[in-house]
């Protein structure tokens, strides 16, 4: 996508209207979300693709939705993974952390077993208002087929109301999901999405 008018903004709003065919208040709470920031401080480049991306997701009949991301990490690829994606949907992005840091040692002893046997271990209280999100995306990796202790954890705090996707990391990126939407779901929660992420690829 080109624009040939990148100095362009809010004050140009009834022309952007047309041109991308958004009521005007579509774009006025568009742009607060996804700036958090009034009409006034989006501008140029920025304002342009997020109204290209409102106008594609309009076709295809989807909702924008107020998103938050929400993972764990130890090692590094899923923080990566979370970080694009928030970028990307232009959602919050908050970390889970345990409340006992581990090393590379406790990952795997008492880690694995934790992971396998579906334990919460402690987190630290979650910096997110969560009943405020439409949609949470809760990414973490896998450990031993399974996912980390701490996914565990955040899992069971999620709001009803919200649409949640999992998204889980791991060396091999197949099939791991599953186990842990069973259980979101078991808890109630709608489960939209399972997408399993090979870490090489971040
Ligand atoms: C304790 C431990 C167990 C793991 N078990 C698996 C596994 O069973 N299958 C797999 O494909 N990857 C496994 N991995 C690899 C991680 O899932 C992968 O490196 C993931 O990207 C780590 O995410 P992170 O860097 O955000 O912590 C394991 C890693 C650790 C540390």
Redesign the pocket.
């Known amino acids: 996508m080109s624009h040939e008018m990148p100095e362009k903004n809010a004050t140009d709003i009834v022309a952007l209207s047309k041109e991308f065919s958004l009521d005007i208040d579509d774009i006025r709470n568009a742009v607060v979300k996804y700036f958090r920031a009034p009409l006034e401080n989006a501008q140029g480049g920025n304002l342009l693709i997020t109204l290209e991306k409102i106008k594609e997701q309009r076709k295809k009949g989807t909702m924008i939705m107020k998103e938050l991301i929400l993972?764990?990490?130890?090692?590094?690829?899923?923080?990566?993974?979370a970080e694009a994606r928030a970028q990307e949907d232009g959602a919050e992005l908050v970390e889970i952390k345990e409340v006992t840091k581990r090393n590379?040692f406790t990952?795997?002893i008492p880690?694995?077993f934790q992971?396998m046997g579906h334990t919460k271990t402690a987190i630290e209280p979650i910096e997110a208002d969560l009943d405020a999100y439409e949609k949470i995306v809760v990414a973490?990796?896998?450990?031993?087929?399974?996912a980390?202790p701490a996914v565990n954890s955040a899992a069971a705090l999620l709001p009803k109301t919200a649409k949640i996707e999992l998204v889980?990391?791991?060396?091999?990126?197949?099939g791991?999901g599953e186990k842990l939407a069973a259980a979101v779901r078991a808890n109630g929660n709608e489960v939209t999405e399972v997408v399993n992420?090979?870490?090489k690829k971040?």
């Open positions: 993972y764990y990490s130890f090692g590094g690829a899923t923080r990566r993974y590379g990952a795997w880690g694995v992971a973490g990796p896998i450990w031993a087929g399974n980390a889980l990391v791991s060396g091999s990126g197949t791991y992420v090979g870490a971040n």
